[in-house]
């Protein structure tokens, strides 16, 4: 196929694949004269990769031309949009065009139609690869057991759910503590819980994860959470009104499901929920806990705001203001 389309915010994930693609068409003795690597956002660059693609290999093994921040299908100019539509049907079977980007392609843009139509008639390739949200613990999940895979691993179930707690959805560390642990790995590769707490320290979390630990009634969690942001630089008002938004969700989605409604879409416009696919994890979160719950979390974050504001230290103001 070839032209790849390759995007998504997942920069190792990409990495891994292009490094894998490389290494599956491009002659080792010949990387220097087919191999190339371009930047889209340098002048001229991505003219040149069309250029470059539309020329067959030399020697052996196929030609690859690797453009990373490609502009085709976010924000293409018309007059680059004209080269790759000329360019498409002219790049040789065994040359391959790599496309690089970490937005979504902009299916308004011709370009993007004009690739998207040769993806569906199987002429080109794309794959994306996307970080979990940070409230999304399943999908931090599945990241963690896809690097695994491909680094050749195997975890524990409770050693998963330690990177979780220990990287989140840092993706490049995620990879980088993958590698460490596959050095003291078992003579069949599996990592245990132990071997994660051993060698992976540090405790990844954002404010949402310290609205969490309030809703499961896990004050000590909470605080070792804010504490970790605020040694981390996070300024304490703006944790306070990331808790504060977080709740306010939860208060809306708690009374709209208590009144019947069920339309997902409806919830989230009400909660101010931008992916209404968020409204399914919240439902689950938020089962038998009432209303009044949340109603009282948010006083005592007006309460830890005043705090802040007259003056007390992050970590004072949160324990008396939230959990006193």
């Keep these: 196929?070839?032209?790849?389309?390759?995007?998504?915010?997942?920069?190792?994930?990409?990495?891994?694949?292009?490094?894998?693609?490389?290494?599956?068409?491009?002659?080792?003795?010949w990387s220097s004269i087919n191999l190339s690597r371009l930047d889209g956002a340098e002048s001229g660059q991505a003219s040149q990769a069309l250029e470059e693609a539309r020329t067959p290999p030399f020697g052996g093994g196929d030609r690859l031309v690797l453009l990373q921040r490609s502009p085709f299908c976010n924000g293409c100019p018309a007059e680059l949009a004209d080269q790759l539509e000329a360019a498409v049907e002219l790049i040789p079977d065994n040359t391959h065009l790599v496309l690089v980007n970490a937005a979504k392609p902009d299916g308004r843009l011709r370009t993007t139609k004009t690739l998207q139509k040769r993806i569906k008639q199987g002429l080109d390739h794309e794959q994306s690869f996307v970080l979990p949200a940070v409230w999304d613990g399943a999908g931090q999940r599945q990241l963690v057991e896809r690097t695994a895979i491909a680094i050749g691993l195997t975890l524990e179930p409770d050693a998963i759910d330690a990177l979780v707690d220990a990287i989140g959805n840092d993706s490049a560390r995620l990879e980088s503590e993958l590698r460490k642990l596959s050095l003291r790995a078992d003579n069949n590769g599996q990592v245990s819980v132990k071997l994660v707490e051993e060698l992976v320290g540090g405790l990844a979390t954002n404010a949402l994860q310290v609205g969490e630990?309030?809703?499961?009634?896990?004050?000590?969690?909470?605080?070792?959470?804010?504490?970790?942001?605020?040694?981390?630089?996070?300024?304490?008002?703006?944790?306070?009104?990331?808790?504060?938004?977080?709740?306010?969700?939860?208060?809306?989605?708690?009374?709209?499901?208590?009144?019947?409604?069920?339309?997902?879409?409806?919830?989230?416009?009400?909660?101010?929920?931008?992916?209404?696919?968020?409204?399914?994890?919240?439902?689950?979160?938020?089962?038998?806990?009432?209303?009044?719950?949340?109603?009282?979390?948010?006083?005592?974050?007006?309460?830890?705001?005043?705090?802040?504001?007259?003056?007390?230290l992050p970590g004072d103001a949160f324990r008396d203001g939230l959990l006193g």
Aim: aromatic share 6%; hydrophobic share 45%; glycine share 10%.
């Design 1 to 29: 196929m070839p032209i790849h389309l390759f995007w998504g915010d997942d920069a190792a994930a990409r990495d891994r694949a292009l490094h894998g693609l490389t290494e599956q068409v491009v002659d080792p003795s």
């Design 213 to 312: 630990a309030l809703l499961d009634g896990q004050p000590g969690n909470a605080i070792a959470r804010w504490d970790a942001l605020i040694e981390a630089g996070e300024p304490a008002l703006r944790i306070v009104a990331t808790l504060t938004g977080q709740i306010r969700g939860w208060l809306w989605v708690s009374l709209l499901e208590q009144q019947g409604e069920r339309d997902v879409a409806v919830i989230a416009k009400a909660a101010g929920i931008g992916n209404p696919k968020r409204i399914y994890v919240m439902r689950k979160q938020l089962q038998g806990r009432p209303p009044k719950r949340f109603l009282s979390l948010l006083g005592r974050l007006l309460e830890v705001e005043a705090r802040l504001k007259r003056g007390a």
